[in-house]
């Protein structure tokens, strides 16, 4: 690491997906199309939820914020990423753009975590306690829960974030990994880190547990009020608004469970990379279609506003036309 002896900062570059040009190539596509496909999905939900004053409901607001969280999850991620796999891992970082990265994945992926958790509490309200539900999950209620999402993302993501740029790092720089995930960076250090490795677990548990249990623990209860419901079309319109959330938190949390609890010397470098593509690239794609697929009021809202985008878009149409066709009579004339 001559650059770093001369300059005194650490550089790193990441591990390539492939050392086959054609091969980084297709991959590169691969995730570009899905870092956009994202971005459109998640902007489209946001926007929906915004314009459309049928869905200015807790429910929806906080749609509306986890589209804004995953927004600003891949754009954390993807872009390095990309710009590392033209670069075929030639590209460095250094260590403080490393460790903003890694501070900013953590936030908004620990604020994802207990964001899906209030969610859940949201539709345990809802369905176990209808009729006090707008006196249970009020608008200020809402804005706090939110803060608190953020708020402990932001305690979770700076002691591990200042842990891991106190490492010493020395002889090795390549991150086997297309991102600097904290296991990864972990490995590249010659010291004992055993300490680390405990923080990064109970930040974990933290992160990830504690969520998912609170998460069981709501939907215990919604099963076991929906099996006392005897309404056909009440449990049919309970299970649709439920199974979005729960496909969400199976693929949020399933993920994040091999990664981040387990120990640090069972971590399988190939394995961390393949299941972070999951999370970082597939999951934020998946998340609007997979709510607007499965709720009708969303489609309908969407269809709507595709509507007014386009309607307002006619009369620009029909102007250009006219203006075209009196340049043309003039020009004859």
Request: net charge neutral.
């Amino acid at each position: 690491m001559e650059e770093e002896n001369q300059t005194g900062v650490v550089y790193f570059h990441f591990h390539p997906f492939s050392t086959d040009p054609a091969a980084a190539h297709l991959i590169f596509v691969v995730l570009l199309l899905l870092f956009l496909g994202s971005l459109v999905g998640n902007i489209t939900i946001g926007l929906t939820i915004w314009r459309d004053h049928s869905l200015h409901t807790p429910m929806y607001f906080f749609l509306f914020v986890l589209a804004m969280l995953e927004i600003g999850y891949s754009t954390n991620i993807a872009p390095l990423t990309l710009a590392s796999i033209l670069s075929m891992g030639q590209m460095l970082i250094s260590l403080p753009a490393c460790g903003t990265q890694m501070f900013f994945f953590v936030l908004l992926g620990g604020s994802d975590c207990v964001l899906l958790a209030v969610m859940a509490y949201d539709r345990y309200v809802a369905i176990c306690h209808p009729l006090h539900y707008n006196l249970i999950v009020s608008w200020q209620l809402c804005g706090q829960m939110t803060l608190g999402s953020l708020g402990l993302g932001f305690l979770l993501s700076l002691p591990l974030t200042i842990l891991n740029c106190r490492l010493p790092f020395c002889g090795r720089s390549e991150i086997y990994h297309f991102f600097c995930d904290m296991p990864a960076v972990m490995r590249l250090a010659c010291a004992d880190t055993r300490v680390y490795e405990a923080a990064v677990y109970a930040i974990g548990v933290a992160a990830v547990a504690v969520p998912f249990l609170l998460i069981c623990l709501s939907y215990s209860c919604i099963v076991a009020t929906l099996l006392r419901m005897n309404s056909a079309k009440g449990k049919h319109r309970a299970f649709s608004t439920c199974s979005s959330h729960l496909i969400v938190v199976l693929l949020q949390y399933g993920s994040c469970t091999l990664i981040y609890l387990r120990p640090i010397s069972s971590y399988s470098p190939e394995e961390g990379q393949a299941v972070s593509v999951v999370y970082t690239f597939f999951s934020p794609l998946l998340n609007p279609l997979i709510y607007s697929i499965r709720n009708q009021e969303v489609t309908d809202a969407v269809r709507r506003l595709l509507a007014r985008m386009c309607w307002f878009r006619k009369p620009e149409i029909f102007f250009a036309r006219k203006n075209t066709a009196q340049t043309r009579s003039s020009g004859m004339i």
